[in-house]
Each structure stands twice: as C-alpha cells, then as structure tokens.
C-alpha cells in the first residue's frame, strides 16, 4: 500500500523559511512526476512546483524565484523549501506522485502570519 507522509508545515512570520517534506513509502514504481500543491480556504487546489523523474522542475509564477523543489530518488522522497514567505502562501500543501495512478498526501498546514 503506497503512503504520502508530509511533514514541516507550521506557522512562520511573513519573509520566513520553512521545508516541507514528503516521504513515500510502499510498492510503486516507475514514478514520473512528483509535486506540491496548495489549497487555501474556499479556493481550488492548485500546482505550485513539479519535479519531473529527470530533475526538470517547473513553477507557478507566484513562488518562481522563492521556492524550490527537489526529489531524492533513493529516499523516495519530495521537498520543497519556502522562503521569503507571504501571508498569501498561506494554505494547506499536498503533495503528489504520478506513477500508473496518482497518489495524494494527507496535506501540512503553512500559516504565513505576523
């Protein structure tokens, strides 16, 4: 059974870092893309980076320059470090593996608050 563990969300002050972490354990393979999204109140879930099993990464305009996301194919494990946080990153982040089928994590809460 394949599992998606994120940890190292929290509340942080506006210009802030944090690391998100997402662990992936279980049978699966030939993982293609791995990435993070984001869903804030009331609003969709949307993509904020994306890794592909080649190392291209690819950004939503809002955190380009800010976040960066990387993948440890031994530890099968997705990051994605957060600085210079905004109030407006605020949301709870998933992240995702795309294999034969996706698989979604349980989501780690970011509050970007003074």
């Known amino acids: 059974q394949v599992q998606l563990v994120e940890s190292g969300g929290g509340l942080v002050q506006p210009g802030g870092s944090l690391r998100l972490s997402c662990a992936v354990s279980g049978s699966i393979s030939s993982i293609n893309f791995m990435a993070w999204y984001r869903q804030a109140p009331g609003k969709q879930r949307d993509l904020v980076a994306r890794i592909s099993a080649a190392g291209r990464t690819t950004y939503v305009d809002s955190v380009m320059g800010r976040f960066t996301i990387s993948r440890d194919n031994i530890k099968n494990t997705l990051y994605l470090q957060m600085n210079s946080l905004k109030p407006e990153d605020t949301a709870v982040y998933y992240c995702?593996?795309?294999?034969?089928?996706?698989?979604w994590g349980q989501g780690t809460q970011v509050t970007v608050s003074s």
């Open positions: 995702k593996v795309t294999a034969r089928w996706d698989y």
